[in-house]
């Protein structure tokens, strides 16, 4: 073996893997831009956003700006003003430090920095692209800074596939814009969205105002305010009464130092704040600043998470729940009476929840496929005729089989693959290339085991040319492959003559069939019965069996719901349904009782 398979990575790669750490979507550019003017000491921000942010985003700032040399800097990795010493991180008050952000942008981003400080008579604007520097020039500006982000992931096409739509990543933008604003309400705000201002957020402005502005006025009015100090720990903010709980905890702001943040104690002290008052699986409403002295938290556990961590986790914890405690059962807080009414959100009716926008209950129309209690060998399952069936009552279930299911629907598919189904037993998950894998391989290797496979005649015969270690192997099983309904003849040199290929297979091309076998024949295992194995028939027929199937199945890139629901069936019968020939899951179950526990139904 040559030497020479490692080496150091270009700084250009380098830089795009950091920036992969800090950079994930347009949501994260403006976290950053945000943070670094409110690190600036900026009074008013303006945001703009086109297409989601996956065109530009353009942070605006009148904070302290940079000089030419500073700006310069800022753009270089592990290049920051905030903090000097590794010590210095313990005491850190700034929302950044690591000096890692706009060089992660600039390497993914066609990025442009406008900046002044107040001393200075001008400005500097700096162009850069996938992380090079194109222009570095002399401009007037207004004092502050302006980070122009433009074609985010340009050069890393790999990440540009998994942003997701226009209006998902908007959403995302808009959630983080919203976090920052309710976190300094003493800094004045503007969004504008393609061209149109979504949102102006004047200052200095109460907490208050901030939700009332961004949430809206009757959340407002279900908001406490929560006052308490401790022992150098203050917690502040707006604590909602129960009537206003959500299934998640996408309402819970919790600011720890003016930074978003999350911790599990955090979590843990909220839900403990709340017990009694809201039924379990339901989460409070709530904006809370926790300040504290900066050497009492550490906020360099991840880069982009929030999660922060704190020395003295059970102070923390009884100080937010003696907050909260306090704010909801204080004079004009809570009632302090009738703590059993408050077990249910007002007007919800347990148990059921109806949801208008469902898309077609079509979906329950698909028939319930009954598998026969005794798949009598061979015979063709049976479909029930098709037509409107009711939702199949969750039943008594009957004695677990050897089957998957006893009765199954479809339910429809997911990710454009993936087959939802719903069965006696909770729901499933199936791939549908893995399934229809395994039913044609148990069909083929049956058919070759009662005799001959039934073979389909091409049309037109296909010459194939494999490589010659191909041909080798072919050339080999030549016995076992006729047997197993391929026409294959050898046409001499290393191509092979296909005329026939196995019925069941369906449409594939014969060159498509007859390489995957041939590199599936390569594969000889390890071991000491390596050259037994080899030899054996069985092995081959196993072999050629699996790849042929493969191959078919990936040659069906559509299949109609008539045939996914017999596959289904055909499925449940296989001597083997939940793996597909190469050992992949053909279905991934959840039941019913585990959904139950999920969602904390249990009883
Ligand atoms: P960090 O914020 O962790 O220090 P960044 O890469 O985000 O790292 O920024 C690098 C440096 O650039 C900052 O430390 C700061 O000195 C400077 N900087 C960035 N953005 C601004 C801004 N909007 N106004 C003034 N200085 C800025
Ligand atoms: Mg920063």
């Not at 980070?147 to 959403?171: D, G, I, Q, S, W």
């Not at 347990?350 to 698909?366: A, H, K, L, N, S």
């Not at 191509?495 to 498509?512: K, Q």
Request: glycine share 8%.
């Amino acid at each position: 073996m040559g030497g020479g398979r490692i080496h150091i990575l270009s700084d250009e790669v380098i830089s795009q893997i950091a920036a992969g750490e800090v950079v994930e979507r347009p949501a994260s550019v403006l976290k950053e831009l945000l943070e670094n003017a409110i690190d600036a000491g900026a009074r008013h921000v303006e945001v703009q956003v086109a297409a989601g942010g996956r065109k530009a985003i353009v942070v605006t700032d009148d904070g302290c700006g940079m000089d030419r040399d500073d700006a310069l800097l800022a753009i270089e990795r592990h290049a920051t003003s905030k903090i000097r010493s590794a010590a210095d991180i313990e005491r850190v008050a700034t929302l950044g430090f690591r000096g890692e952000a706009l060089a992660a942008i600039a390497a993914v981003s066609r990025l442009t920095l406008t900046t002044r400080p107040a001393e200075a008579i001008a400005g500097t604007r700096l162009v850069v692209a996938g992380g090079k520097i194109l222009e570095v020039s002399e401009v007037g500006c207004p004092v502050g800074t302006s980070v122009e982000v433009r074609h985010l992931f340009f050069n890393v096409p790999a990440r540009r596939k998994f942003l997701r739509t226009e209006a998902t990543e908007l959403a995302h933008v808009r959630q983080t814009f919203l976090t920052y604003a309710l976190a300094q309400p003493g800094l004045a705000l503007r969004l504008v969205v393609d061209g149109t201002e979504v949102w102006r957020m004047p200052a200095p402005a109460t907490l208050e105002e901030r939700v009332r502005l961004l949430l809206g006025e009757d959340l407002t009015e279900s908001l406490r305010p929560v006052q308490h100090e401790r022992a150098g720990l203050r917690v502040t903010g707006l604590a909602g009464t129960p009537h206003v709980s959500r299934a998640d905890r996408a309402g819970q702001y919790v600011f720890v130092n003016g930074r978003p943040a999350s911790a599990p104690i955090l979590a843990h002290a909220l839900r403990e704040a709340y017990q009694g008052v809201l039924p379990s699986g339901r989460h409070a409403i709530l904006f809370l600043f926790l300040e504290m002295d900066p050497a009492q938290v550490d906020v360099n556990v991840h880069p982009t998470k929030r999660e922060v961590r704190f020395r003295r986790p059970g102070e923390v914890r009884d100080a937010v729940i003696e907050a909260v405690r306090s704010a909801l059962t204080a004079p004009g807080g809570m009632r302090a009476a009738a703590p059993a009414a408050w077990g249910r959100p007002a007007g919800a009716e347990v148990g059921r929840v109806e949801i208008t926008d469902i898309p077609p209950p079509r979906t329950f129309q698909y028939p319930r496929l009954p598998l026969a209690p005794e798949p009598s060998g061979g015979a063709a399952p049976v479909l029930p005729e098709s037509g409107a069936t009711a939702p199949p009552e969750r039943g008594p279930k009957e004695p677990p089989g050897e089957r998957p299911w006893v009765w199954c629907r479809v339910v429809g598919q997911v990710g454009g693959l993936y087959v939802v189904l719903e069965t006696e037993d909770g729901m499933v998950l199936m791939d549908p290339h893995a399934a229809h894998e395994r039913v044609l391989f148990e069909r083929l290797t049956q058919e070759v085991l009662r005799g001959r496979a039934a073979s389909q005649r091409l049309l037109v015969p296909e010459t194939v040319r494999l490589s010659p270690t191909d041909a080798l192997r072919v050339r080999e099983h030549l016995a076992v492959l006729q047997e197993m309904g391929f026409g294959v003849s050898d046409f001499g040199g290393d191509t092979f003559l296909v005329d026939g290929l196995p019925a069941c297979l369906g449409e594939v091309t014969a060159a498509a069939v007859l390489r995957n076998v041939a590199a599936e024949l390569a594969e000889e295992g390890s071991g000491t019965d390596r050259k037994s194995r080899r030899e054996s028939a069985a092995w081959a027929r196993e072999q050629v069996a699996r790849a042929a199937c493969r191959a078919a199945v990936k040659a069906r890139t559509r299949l109609t719901l008539g045939e996914i629901e017999q596959l289904v069936v055909d499925l449940a019968r296989a001597a083997m349904p939940y793996t597909c020939p190469h050992g992949r899951p053909t279905l991934i179950f959840m039941g019913f009782d585990e959904l139950d526990r999920k969602f904390g139904r249990t009883s």
